[in-house]
């Protein structure tokens, strides 16, 4: 049974998608790269359950397969 909430849980989501879209501009791709891998790390923190993370980082994982 999965635990990783998957329907939509954040208020205001158009908001929170235009704050991190502008928070990147202006940054070399590097230093989005380097951003993203530091929020990824504060929110990790956050959920802090590593069954959650794990279940996270397979899902993610599996998104990011290229068609079969």
Same mark, same amino acid.
């Given at each position: 049974?999965?635990?990783?909430?998957?329907?939509?849980?954040?208020?205001?989501?158009?908001?929170?998608?235009?704050?991190?879209? =502008?928070?990147?501009? @202006?940054?070399?791709?590097?230093?989005?790269? *380097? &951003?993203?891998?530091?929020?990824?790390?504060? %929110? =990790?923190?956050?959920? @802090?359950?590593?069954?959650?993370?794990?279940? *996270? &980082?397979?899902?993610?994982?599996?998104?990011? %397969?290229?068609?079969?």
């Amino acid at each position: 049974m999965t635990r990783l909430a998957t329907e939509l849980t954040i208020a205001d989501p158009e908001g929170f998608y235009a704050e991190l879209v =502008a928070v990147h501009e @202006g940054l070399s791709p590097e230093a989005s790269a *380097a &951003l993203n891998a530091r929020l990824i790390l504060i %929110l =990790a923190n956050q959920i @802090g359950d590593r069954g959650i993370l794990n279940e *996270a &980082l397979q899902d993610a994982a599996r998104d990011s %397969l290229p068609p079969a």
